[in-house]
């Protein structure tokens, strides 16, 4: 298998003219300088073909330039493209109805409507502190929700992301995410892990630091992203719904990356049997148009007028694109997410078979993560290796990006074919062979 010579001379010029215009601020990868995409298959500018097992990071669900996405998209740029949030449109209304049919709560559900993923969870803080006239937050550490200032209060996956910004907004205690596979406290004997995050809330953070009734919300990703791709354990959701319960604390659910269909059904939080208060939904939800959504339960959405808004809500755009991916999910694709990303799953513990520095193959549907160590009996992540992998899977034509310390995420398009697996996994573990060769 030979690797692809990259970047080639038309993508080298873009990087240089990039240097000059752009804002360094952005973690660009690799140079992969896209021409075009059609499905799982994207091609540079130099026309060389890679599979994307990243989906412009778990966003293109439906795939690249899906016709009836891009059908849809024409249509309603005919007709118009933008009336400010002060006006009505029909598409807006038509999509803010589905989400009430998909919401994860059985209460009617009221949406808000933004550009993107921060903008989702900086709407649901806000309503969070308007509707329950309380200050205080609990997140998670390896937490991803955003860089704006609200936002980056809760985020704690890399240091970075903080450095230099501080202070944030300094209303947010950050407890252990629940990793089973990397605990940070000791489990009691009847216990699952997920129990003992929630007990060293209430034990703790609930009794020495915060009072309960000055806590307004628990913002939480229900697998989180760029935290590693770590699934709680499942004790967790069920004691954390009741903690909040028995503290009138709501539970935002941040669904940015895990929902739309990812994980083989419309939101991860769906596996774990407990019902949120509010959920903040961007990334996949209209196929790449910018889009994010606050969807509430309608007892708790009861700001007045004015108390918040934005320009762009309710872009038409993004709402007629919202509508075609969501009909793509119902007719195919949610449940080709439980089929190929089984299939995916149970390769990827194959390869394991044969590679002893994959510590942990974990994932839901088409949420995937590879756990890369230096011993699999210590668990010790090993992030040169998984960023070498990263990279000598790009030059042999496999889009991939890590996650949290150790680990290259699979969020492919959920149009995915298991031919389309095969290929994208043979590159994957030669990529593997050649970085423990060194």
Same mark, same amino acid.
């Given at each position: 298998?030979?690797?692809?010579?990259?970047?080639?001379?038309?993508?080298?010029?873009?990087?240089?003219?990039?240097?000059? +215009?752009? /804002?360094?601020?952005?973690?660009?990868?690799?140079?992969?300088?896209?021409?075009?995409?059609?499905?799982?298959?994207?091609?540079?500018?130099? =026309?060389?073909?890679?599979?994307? %097992?990243?989906?412009?990071?778990?966003?293109?669900?439906?795939?690249?330039?899906?016709?009836?996405?891009?059908?849809?998209?024409?249509?309603?740029?005919?007709?118009?493209?933008?009336?400010?949030?002060? +006006?009505?449109?029909?598409?807006?209304?038509?999509?803010?109805?589905?989400?009430?049919?998909?919401?994860?709560?059985?209460?009617?559900?009221?949406? %808000? $409507?933004?550009? /993107?993923?921060?903008?989702?969870?900086?709407?649901?803080?806000?309503?969070?502190?308007?509707?329950? #006239?309380?200050?205080?937050?609990? =997140? *998670?550490?390896?937490?991803? &929700?955003?860089?704006?200032? #609200?936002?980056?209060?809760?985020?704690?996956?890399?240091?970075?992301?903080?450095?230099? *910004? +501080?202070?944030?907004?300094?209303?947010?205690?950050?407890?252990?995410?629940?990793?089973?596979?990397?605990? $940070?406290?000791?489990?009691?004997?009847?216990?699952?892990? @997920?129990?003992?995050?929630?007990?060293?809330?209430?034990?703790?953070? $609930?009794?020495?630091?915060?009072?309960?009734?000055?806590?307004?919300?628990?913002?939480?990703?229900?697998?989180?992203?760029?935290?590693?791709?770590?699934?709680?354990?499942?004790?967790? *959701?069920?004691?954390?719904?009741?903690? !909040?319960?028995?503290?009138?604390?709501?539970?935002?659910?941040?669904?940015?990356?895990?929902?739309? @269909?990812?994980?083989?059904?419309?939101?991860?939080?769906? &596996?774990?049997?407990?019902?949120?208060?509010?959920? !903040?939904?961007?990334?996949?939800?209209?196929?790449?148009?910018?889009? @994010?959504?606050?969807?509430?339960?309608?007892?708790?959405?009861?700001?007045?007028?004015?108390?918040?808004?934005?320009?762009?809500?309710?872009?038409? $755009?993004? !709402?007629?694109?919202?509508?075609?991916?969501?009909?793509?999910?119902?007719?195919?694709?949610?449940?080709?997410?439980?089929?190929?990303?089984?299939?995916?799953?149970?390769?990827?513990?194959?390869?394991?078979?044969? &590679?002893?520095?994959?510590?942990?193959?974990?994932?839901?549907?088409?949420?995937? @993560?590879?756990?890369?160590?230096?011993?699999?009996?210590?668990?010790?992540?090993?992030?040169?290796?998984?960023?070498?992998?990263?990279?000598?899977?790009?030059?042999?034509?496999?889009?991939?990006?890590? !996650?949290?310390?150790?680990?290259?995420? %699979?969020?492919?398009?959920? /149009?995915? /074919?298991?031919?389309?697996?095969?290929?994208?996994?043979?590159? %994957?573990? &030669?990529?593997?062979?050649?970085?423990?060769?060194?």
């Amino acid at each position: 298998m030979q690797p692809i010579d990259l970047p080639g001379p038309k993508a080298k010029k873009y990087l240089e003219r990039d240097g000059k +215009f752009i /804002s360094p601020s952005y973690p660009r990868v690799y140079p992969f300088v896209m021409s075009h995409g059609k499905g799982t298959q994207v091609w540079d500018v130099d =026309g060389n073909r890679f599979l994307d %097992f990243a989906a412009g990071l778990a966003v293109t669900g439906t795939g690249h330039a899906h016709p009836k996405v891009v059908k849809a998209i024409q249509e309603q740029a005919e007709k118009f493209i933008h009336i400010s949030s002060d +006006f009505y449109h029909p598409a807006w209304i038509e999509l803010s109805a589905r989400l009430n049919d998909i919401a994860p709560f059985s209460e009617d559900a009221l949406t %808000f $409507l933004s550009n /993107s993923g921060s903008e989702s969870v900086e709407a649901a803080i806000k309503l969070a502190r308007h509707h329950t #006239g309380r200050s205080q937050f609990i =997140g *998670f550490l390896g937490g991803f &929700h955003g860089r704006t200032l #609200g936002s980056l209060a809760f985020t704690a996956s890399k240091s970075v992301y903080r450095n230099r *910004f +501080f202070p944030t907004m300094g209303s947010v205690v950050h407890a252990p995410y629940p990793d089973s596979y990397r605990p $940070l406290l000791q489990t009691r004997a009847g216990e699952d892990y @997920g129990e003992t995050v929630v007990r060293y809330i209430e034990e703790q953070i $609930l009794t020495r630091l915060l009072p309960p009734d000055n806590v307004a919300a628990v913002l939480v990703e229900p697998i989180q992203g760029e935290g590693g791709y770590v699934i709680p354990p499942p004790g967790f *959701f069920p004691a954390l719904r009741a903690l !909040c319960d028995k503290h009138g604390i709501l539970l935002i659910a941040d669904e940015v990356q895990s929902g739309m @269909g990812r994980t083989g059904k419309w939101w991860a939080i769906e &596996h774990f049997g407990v019902e949120p208060d509010i959920v !903040c939904s961007a990334k996949g939800i209209a196929s790449g148009v910018p889009l @994010g959504a606050t969807i509430a339960r309608k007892s708790i959405m009861t700001w007045p007028k004015g108390a918040h808004g934005n320009t762009y809500g309710g872009n038409p $755009l993004a !709402c007629a694109a919202a509508l075609a991916t969501i009909e793509l999910m119902e007719e195919e694709y949610i449940q080709n997410a439980v089929e190929v990303g089984q299939y995916a799953i149970d390769a990827l513990d194959e390869i394991k078979v044969r &590679h002893s520095h994959i510590g942990d193959v974990r994932g839901l549907g088409l949420m995937i @993560g590879v756990d890369f160590v230096t011993d699999q009996q210590t668990r010790q992540p090993h992030k040169a290796l998984r960023d070498r992998i990263e990279q000598l899977s790009f030059k042999h034509g496999l889009i991939t990006l890590g !996650c949290g310390q150790s680990t290259i995420r %699979f969020a492919p398009t959920l /149009s995915i /074919s298991k031919e389309e697996i095969d290929e994208g996994l043979q590159i %994957f573990e &030669h990529a593997i062979t050649l970085a423990e060769r060194g």
